[in-house]
């Protein structure tokens, strides 16, 4: 790594957190560290938004996909804005309606604490695994990539200093840091993608752009051997990508966060559907910069490359192909994807555990004399060091890194907007049945999302999702009648 690459890292890395910290101001309150104080623009709502559902994994992985498969995550971003639209008609109304904190309030209003202890729960399980996932392996190309240019930096080393200055902004601005700087790092990364892509198309041979119609490299959707063990076909891009946004930003306290913080309801609703078009537009330029890099590398498959996974194209990319100085940026960009969905983890955790766990945080506090404020800290930096403990025992496997970070977080997101759509559809839902069949469906999920491989391959994460609603469902359903059952079963026969 040159000296120029380095000094751009390192200045982003000193100068990012700080612009952060003076954004966001003073954070005199539990209030002001987690909701931001309700007066954050909707523009910046909506970047943080895109950058806290994107992280390392969406940079490396999605060009990886692109190379094999074409055009097909733009494909999967029509499901998402199909389901933005639902999510800011239906779901929006109900967050908006009164003070919450957490996503998880409105299932404690309709069932009870006890269903939103659980579903809050759910949400920090699932949310520790699928970001542990993220973060360990968006740590191996940067890993890799700074070997490849003479810097080792040992994993732990690179893994812990990614969270101590996320950890260090997200502590000292609380919400407010965690959505200016993921502005700040949404609009590094999308930068250096659309220079990625303009250094490889200059200079294109005539005809390159037939051959990548010919190799069918525009198409939005795949057509796999068997529907159920890809994301991408039109069913499962459109519907399950439906699926997907509709749980993940109607239900998820990583996204709900954002819009619990918006000026009103208008602007809660602007900054969502914004949040569509920005998200477009990154898919849209990194599956490009995906189908350039399989030109550049001479039209042939992965195998050929001698490269050994799809998430190593991009990064082998910024190593060898880069000029110095932007090499550097982009390698800060992969760090800021990191550090974007990390502070906004951390700071929706932190937000669930407060919220949703009150009489626990209320007892914590008197026994540790700590303020709600200095307690709601003391849950961040928690959170952290659980992070990077579960980011250790994660290993890279063949499957994509960001479609494995979809199917575990689709393994909560299932039951979850099952038991959401009850509570908004079904006047009669009742948490006796909820609770139980929620509880029992979580684990078949992961089950299935272990066991089941369809045409050799795992279940793709859109069906993960369906198989929890309908099993919820079924589950909730069958207790009901077995209640109704029951008293004609224990009733004594007439004298």
């Known amino acids: 790594m040159s000296f120029l690459d380095l000094t751009v890292m390192l200045a982003y890395l000193a100068g ?48 990886g996909v692109a190379f094999g498969n074409g055009m097909v995550f733009v494909g999967l971003a029509l499901g998402y804005l199909l389901g933005r639209a639902i999510v800011a008609w239906k779901f929006l109304p109900l967050y908006c309606s009164g003070r919450m904190l957490s996503a998880y309030d409105y299932l404690g209003q309709r069932f009870g604490s006890r269903m939103q202890r659980v579903a809050s729960a759910t949400f920090l399980g699932t949310r520790v695994l699928a970001e542990a996932v993220r973060l360990f392996a968006g740590m191996l190309p940067l890993t890799a990539m700074l070997a490849a240019t003479h810097m080792a930096v040992p994993h732990l080393v690179l893994l812990t200093g990614v969270v101590g200055i996320t950890l260090f902004y997200t502590l000292c601005g609380g919400l407010r840091a965690v959505v200016w700087s993921d502005a700040i790092q ?137 000029p110095a100085g932007l090499r550097g940026l982009m390698v800060a960009a992969i760090l800021a994807a990191t550090m974007g969905s990390l502070s906004s983890t951390l700071s929706a955790m932190t937000a669930a555990t407060v919220g949703d766990f009150s009489s626990l945080c209320a007892w914590l506090g008197r ?54 759509l009850a509570g908004m559809a079904i006047p009669s839902a009742r948490a006796a049945e909820l609770i139980p069949a929620f509880c029992l469906t979580v684990p078949l999920v992961l089950l299935a999302m272990v066991s089941l491989h369809p045409g050799g391959h795992p279940l793709a994460f859109p069906w993960l999702i369906l198989t929890g609603i309908c099993l919820l469902f079924f589950f909730a359903a069958s207790l009901r009648l077995a209640r109704s059952l029951l008293p004609r079963f224990a009733r004594k026969p007439d004298a």
Do not use: N
């Open 16 to 63: 990012m957190p700080l612009l952060a910290v003076m954004l966001s101001g003073r954070q005199s309150s539990t209030t002001a560290y987690l909701e931001g104080g309700h007066d954050l623009p909707w523009w910046a709502l909506c970047l943080s938004m895109v950058a806290t559902e994107t992280s390392t994994l969406t940079v490396i992985s999605v060009p």
């Open 186 to 322: 949404f609009c590094l990364y999308l930068g250096g993608s659309a220079i990625c892509a303009a250094l490889l198309m200059h200079g294109l041979p005539a005809g390159s752009f037939s051959a990548l119609q010919h190799a069918g490299k525009f198409a939005l959707f795949a057509h796999a051997s068997s529907p159920f063990s890809s994301a991408f076909t039109p069913l499962a891009a459109i519907g399950g990508g439906t699926l997907m946004t509709l749980a993940s930003h109607g239900t998820d306290q990583l996204m709900v966060q954002r819009v619990l913080a918006a000026r009103s309801l208008k602007e809660a609703r602007m900054a969502l559907m914004g949040s569509a078009v920005g998200v477009t537009a990154l898919f849209f330029l990194l599956s490009g910069v995906g189908i350039l890099l399989w030109l550049y590398h001479g039209q042939v498959p992965l195998q050929a490359t001698g490269l050994s996974s799809p998430d190593a194209i991009f990064p082998d990319y910024i190593v060898h192909g880069l």
């Open 367 to 420: 026994k540790l004399s700590l303020s709600q404020l200095g307690l709601a800290r003391a849950f961040t930096v928690f959170w952290s060091v659980i992070l990077v403990g579960c980011s250790l025992l994660f290993a890279q496997g063949s499957q994509s890194a960001v479609l494995l970070g979809f199917s575990i977080a689709a393994c909560g997101y299932g039951p979850m907007l099952g038991t959401f």
